[in-house]
């Protein structure tokens, strides 16, 4: 899964003249006593064996090309056009919609995007599908994308998600934990893992150059790994369907706890936020409010005193502690210069109520003109918040 386009996805593909042909891994089938491996070659073709992978892509390449009818930029959606059809953001994951974990890794940034990840898709599952079955190929799919989007929800905390890297690393972790077992003939085992080092390393630093959720190409690397690991033994005994029917139960037990866990402990820095602006601008009414007395000269002095310290400063000074309370938070850069403008807005309000508090309390109109230059750095300071808001 990716915030925006990686081409780090691309692999070489196996073809009948491609050296890769002899990297197949031999699976020994059947009773583990017997030595002999039986060579377990890539799909060439769409069979019983081959339904998934073709059908993933198909499934990819249709939501895509509903995405452009429907006003999407071919080379690169906006985020908020990738929120709607299901991208994964933390917000929203948080609110409810868990299924953003397993939407997302349908979704692609742009067709280039698209084109990379089908086409590492197809390469590495036309080998995987083939040992598995189709079935317990599209679990695995599945269980990788899951722990590609956990990863990244847990990591990424304003980053729009989307793409099916974190499931296609998740395929390639598969295929290194049984090229690390005896299930394949230590030949075979030295040239993939070879082969694979060199992707995966490539791949994942690429990721970080910036752009590119490695979060998610990680989780599902290792989300594959364990899988794969876990495979080992329903691989080893293909006739015992107890053994299968456990571990693939274990599995989605493992992954959902895990999910649920991750998704129970990860908070929300934007909701916080809100909450936290909410309160800000309660207090700023209240403050507020003051002005109304201010150049009232039918009010007593005690009670004009009190309107500017006891409630007008009072209420800026709580609401100067809700900003730092802000600045604590982990949030976008363009909301951390807005904060910044908010203090010097709270900063400037303050400054104006104490000097309205010593006119009154001199009965002195030599204040005026500062008076007059604060309100003006109030508004100048308004005018810049109004505008970060509109942009």
């Not at 976008?332 to 309000?349: A, F, G, I, W």
Request: net charge negative; hydrophobic share 40%.
């Amino acid at each position: 899964m990716e915030n925006n386009f990686n081409p780090s996805n691309e692999t070489t593909p196996h073809s009948p003249t491609d050296p890769a042909m002899e990297a197949i891994p031999s699976l020994t089938q059947g009773s583990t006593d017997n030595n002999e491996p039986v060579s377990l070659a890539p799909a060439t073709k769409f069979g019983k064996n081959f339904l998934v992978t073709p059908a993933l892509i198909l499934v990819n390449l249709g939501i895509f090309i509903a995405m452009v009818i429907s006003g999407a930029n071919v080379f690169n959606p906006d985020a908020e056009t990738l929120i709607q059809w299901g991208a994964l953001f933390r917000t929203d994951v948080l609110a409810g919609e868990w299924w953003r974990l397993f939407t997302a890794a349908f979704l692609h940034i742009g067709i280039l995007h698209l084109a990379m990840n089908m086409y590492a898709l197809f390469d590495i599952g036309k080998t995987i599908e083939p040992m598995v079955g189709p079935l317990k190929f599209i679990l695995i799919y599945l269980l990788c994308a899951l722990g590609g989007s956990t990863a990244s929800l847990y990591w990424n905390s304003f980053s729009v998600g989307a793409g099916a890297s974190g499931a296609i690393f998740g395929l390639f972790g598969f295929y290194l934990a049984l090229l690390t077992t005896d299930l394949i003939d230590s030949g075979t085992r030295k040239k993939e893992l070879t082969t694979l080092a060199v992707f995966m390393g490539y791949n994942l630093l690429y990721g970080l150059k910036g752009g590119v959720d490695n979060a998610a190409h990680i989780g599902g690397l290792v989300s594959g790994f364990i899988i794969g690991k876990s495979f080992y033994y329903v691989l080893s005994e293909p006739g015992n369907k107890a053994l299968e029917r456990n571990v693939l139960l274990a599995l989605i037990i493992g992954f959902v706890l895990t999910t649920t866990l991750t998704i129970s402990t990860v908070t929300d820095p934007l909701t916080t936020y809100e909450t936290k602006y909410k309160r800000f601008t309660q207090l700023e009414k209240s403050a507020l409010e003051t002005y109304q007395y201010l150049g009232d000269t039918s009010i007593e002095k005690e009670k004009m005193l009190y309107e500017i310290n006891d409630r007008g400063l009072y209420y800026w000074n709580e609401a100067k502690d809700v900003l730092k309370e802000i600045d604590q938070l982990e949030l976008p850069q363009s909301l951390k210069e807005r904060n910044k403008l908010m203090h010097q807005y709270v900063d400037t309000r303050i400054s104006t109520y104490e000097l309205f508090h010593k006119a009154v309390w001199e009965d002195s109109r030599q204040y005026d003109q500062k008076i007059l230059e604060a309100t003006m750095k109030t508004d100048s300071i308004l005018n810049l918040l109004n505008v970060n808001a509109i942009n």
